[in-house]
């Protein structure tokens, strides 16, 4: 079974096509008008060898807000939808990637229960024309759509792009290591018997 989905999104203040496949060669196509959250989602795409296809037309004239938290509900959303009733999956991921200074973790468990745990303090309050505070939007977004537990971790770093960069790249590969079939999980990996 291919583990894809397509979702749309059409608001007064974005309009976004996304496709997410799950199981794919680390392909992206980014056109979201937010140049640096472009940047992130290429690098969490080959990464966690996803192949992600995003077509955003949003309100970046105001500021990349609405674009890059409605991209996160989209990603979320489609994860959910591909991956289905979950059965034989890892269910858990953990990944620490280092970029030069900079040392991120991320820690997921897909257990249909949303919530996000964020430990960073980044120096600067934007990279280029991106509010860092994004980050946090976007991921919040990403794990309340996708039902998922998500904790990140930045333990240390001094360039605040690097250490977003970090974050997408452990994004990926975390989220790549839980969504994996293990040929030895029987069912559902929960004692509930569905997540």
């Known amino acids: ?44 795409a080959k ?6 296809t995003v077509v955003a037309k949003g309100d970046v004239e105001v500021d990349g807000h609405h674009t890059t938290e409605d991209i996160g509900i ?17 269910r858990y991921g953990n990944a620490f990637v280092p970029m ?14 949303p919530h996000l745990e964020m430990r960073a303090e980044f120096p600067s309050q934007q990279v280029g024309t991106f509010d860092v505070e994004l980050v946090h939007e976007f991921l919040w977004k990403l794990a309340l759509e996708a039902r998922m537990n998500l904790h990140v971790i930045v333990h240390y770093g ?4 690097h ?20 040929p030895r999980v029987k069912g559902v990996p929960s004692t509930k018997g569905m997540l």
């Open 74 to 90: 989209c990603i979320g959303q489609a994860l959910r939808e591909a991956l289905g009733d979950k059965k034989g999956i890892k």
């Open 1 to 44: 079974m291919e583990r894809t989905s397509t979702v749309k999104r059409y608001t007064n203040e974005t309009k976004i096509d996304l496709t997410f496949g799950i199981d794919g060669e680390g392909k992206s196509s980014l056109e979201t008008g937010v140049p640096f959250l472009s940047h992130m989602l290429d690098l969490f």
């Open 158 to 161: 001094k360039n605040t792009h």
């Open 47 to 52: 990464h966690g060898q996803f192949d992600l």
């Open 100 to 113: 030069d200074e900079a040392l991120a973790q991320v820690v997921i468990d897909l257990s249909n229960r």
């Open 163 to 182: 250490m977003i960069e970090a974050v997408f790249k452990a994004l990926g590969r975390a989220l790549d290591e839980a969504t994996t079939i293990d």
